[in-house]
């Protein structure tokens, strides 16, 4: 792309620079910098934790008892996705 003016070239750098630092990073376990910068980091980290154990759970709770509902129709454990 050709600026024309380095009002343009600055404003694409910016748009740049907020779609890089918006989007999970692999080195940083699937988080943005923005989320390092903010110190959110290892809130994010440990929130997925739970998700994944209670999803582990669910998944044992299925395969051993069935489909995770109580006889009466009730489920029996919590969303992962409530937390």
């Given at each position: 792309?050709?600026?024309?003016?380095?009002?343009?070239?600055?404003?694409?750098?910016?748009?740049a620079?907020?779609i890089?630092?918006?989007?999970p990073h692999?080195?940083?376990?699937?988080?943005?910098?923005?989320?390092?910068?903010?110190?959110?980091?290892?809130a994010?980290?440990?929130?997925?934790?739970?998700?994944?154990?209670?999803?582990m759970?669910?998944?044992k709770q299925?395969?051993?008892?069935?489909?995770?509902?109580?006889n009466?129709?009730s489920?029996?454990?919590?969303?992962?996705?409530?937390?």
């Amino acid at each position: 792309m050709v600026y024309c003016s380095p009002d343009e070239l600055k404003k694409a750098i910016d748009e740049a620079m907020a779609i890089y630092n918006g989007t999970p990073h692999e080195a940083l376990r699937n988080v943005s910098p923005n989320d390092v910068y903010a110190g959110i980091k290892e809130a994010i980290l440990r929130k997925r934790k739970e998700k994944k154990q209670l999803t582990m759970q669910r998944r044992k709770q299925y395969i051993l008892y069935g489909n995770g509902t109580n006889n009466d129709g009730s489920v029996q454990y919590q969303s992962a996705n409530s937390l």
